[in-house]
Nanobody, 112 residues
Framework: QVQVVESGGGLVQAGGSLRLSCVVH????????MGWYRQAPGNQRELVAR???????TYIDSVKGRFTISRDNAKNTVDLQMNSLKSEDTGLYYC??????WGQGTQVTVSS
């Protein structure tokens, strides 16, 4: 059974940093994309950052230059380093692993 476990969310002041971590249990090695999505109250879930097994990355425009996604294929982990956080980054962050595995979400709250 595949299990996706996130950690690292919390409350931080604007301008601060957080690091989200995710580990995928129950698969031998992830060969597809992994990434982070977020959902703010009243909004749809949106892609924040994605990384392929070969290391190609995609970011939503609003986080470019502030967030960095990384992964360890051997350990089935994907991390999201978030710097210069803004209040609009507040939301529930979900880890994703292809083909369709999702975590329960970890809350990120940025106070202004």
């Amino acid at each position: 059974q595949v299990q996706v476990v996130e950690s690292g969310g919390g409350l931080v002041q604007a301008g601060g940093s957080l690091r989200l971590s995710c580990v995928v249990h129950g698969i031998i090695r992830s060969t597809g994309s992994m990434g982070w999505y977020r959902q703010a109250p009243g909004n749809q879930r949106e892609l924040v950052a994605r990384i392929t097994a070969s290391g190609d990355t995609t970011y939503i425009d609003s986080v470019k230059g502030r967030f960095t996604i990384s992964r360890d294929n051997a350990k089935n982990t994907v991390d999201l380093q978030m710097n210069s956080l803004k209040s609009e980054d507040t939301g529930l962050y979900y880890c994703y692993c292809a083909p369709d595995y999702w975590g329960q979400g970890t809350q990120v709250t940025v106070s202004s």
